[in-house]
């Protein structure tokens, strides 16, 4: 079974710096899905950004990149000019393509908090 | 052009009782997965459906949890006999295919069971 590990379960950060939530996964398979969540105070659950594994290249989006290690098996998320607005938790998730099921095998996640 | 929708966002029920929430895909999705949240954790998988079919309940309980998604309306997910621990937030999703797909799914806002 996947499994999904955030071993920081907080983090704070100033406004306008950078900060880098970790994620490792545990899996067999070689084609797979990673994704980042964030969850703020309303609790909806927003996708940040994804990755396919097959792609070697690390996904950007806007303000927000991961560093894909497949054979490592991890998967941060790097926040860069951190604004009030990122302050949330964030969920790192799986997907595999195995089984004909798309779930999600979520983290604990990790609560971020930007000050001002 | 409405996300996913979910009702009721908050539900007290008695120790007991039976509780429904609603799930509406987004336009044109028909698959639908269900997660459940306990506090301070990630969300873990519970069904997945699509119209008329349960393809996926491997998270759900054997006992009292039922989820159904109808040719025509919501999905539902209903909990029989609820108890304390169903507490907890509800989350839906819906893609727009299967497995062989884009790999997202989109959350609505979450339903919040609170077992008296």
């Known amino acids: 079974a996947q499994t999904v590990t955030q071993s920081q379960p907080e983090m704070s950060v100033q406004e306008a710096e950078t900060v880098t939530l970790s994620c490792t996964y545990d899996t067999s398979e070689n084609n797979y899905y990673l994704f980042w969540y964030k969850q703020p105070p309303s609790r909806q659950m927003i996708l940040v950004i994804r990755q396919e594994a097959y792609k070697q290249q690390n996904a950007t989006e806007n303000r927000f990149s991961v560093n894909f290690q497949k054979a490592a098996k991890s998967f941060s998320l790097k926040i860069s000019d951190s604004q009030l607005g990122d302050t949330a938790m964030y969920f790192c998730a799986f997907m595999g393509t195995q089984g004909g099921s798309e779930k999600l095998v979520f983290g604990k996640g990790t609560k971020l908090t930007v000050n001002p | 052009n409405a996300g996913v929708m979910q009702n009721p966002r908050h539900l007290v029920r008695r120790r007991g009782q039976e509780a429904r929430l609603r799930c509406s895909p987004m336009k044109g999705h028909s698959h639908v997965y269900w997660y459940r949240q306990l506090p301070e954790e990630g969300l873990k998988f519970m069904v997945y459906l699509q119209k008329e079919n349960i393809i996926d309940e491997s998270g759900m309980p054997k006992e009292r949890f039922s989820a159904e998604f109808p040719k025509e309306g919501p999905s539902i997910l209903r909990i029989q006999q609820v108890v304390r621990g169903d507490s907890a937030a509800y989350f839906c999703?819906?893609?727009?295919?299967?497995?062989?797909?884009?790999?997202?799914?989109?959350f609505g806002e979450g339903s919040r069971l609170t077992v008296l």
């Open positions: 999703a819906s893609s727009l295919s299967g497995p062989v797909n884009t790999g997202e799914l989109f």
